[in-house]
Nanobody, 124 residues
């Protein structure tokens, strides 16, 4: 079954770190750009980061720039989101999603595949 499998969420105190993983199952991430999208209760869905395939270019939203790092290991068919200096406002369900990479953006125009969400809770 073609799917993206997300892991690595959990609870952490403010200032802490977590690493999320997004692994492809039954297909390859070659030529797919991958995005991390989060949704907090009562808030709109927010795209926080993307990474292209060919050049590995990256995008970060202003809310996470300087704190989060996206990376990919194409040999392992996996994309990671390293989250540092976490804040309570980072609390959300985090999803990864994949779509065909584009020439002019780190993010795909549309997502073909979605992983299940993982809860990230930042609180003291």
């Amino acid at each position: 079954q073609v799917q993206l499998v997300v892991s690595g969420g959990g609870w952490v105190q403010p200032g802490g770190s977590l690493r999320l993983s997004c692994a492809a199952s039954a297909f390859t991430l070659d030529y797919y750009a991958i995005g991390w999208i989060r949704q907090a209760p009562g808030k709109e869905r927010e795209g926080v980061s993307c990474i292209s395939y060919s050049a590995g270019t990256t995008y970060y939203s202003d809310s996470v720039k300087g704190r989060f790092t996206i990376s990919r290991d194409n040999a392992k068919n996996t994309v990671y989101l390293e989250m540092n200096s976490l804040k309570p406002e980072d609390t959300a369900v985090y999803f990864c999603a994949g779509g065909p990479e584009t020439r002019d953006s780190s993010c795909p125009y549309e997502y073909d595949y979605w992983g299940q969400g993982t809860q990230v809770t930042v609180s003291s």
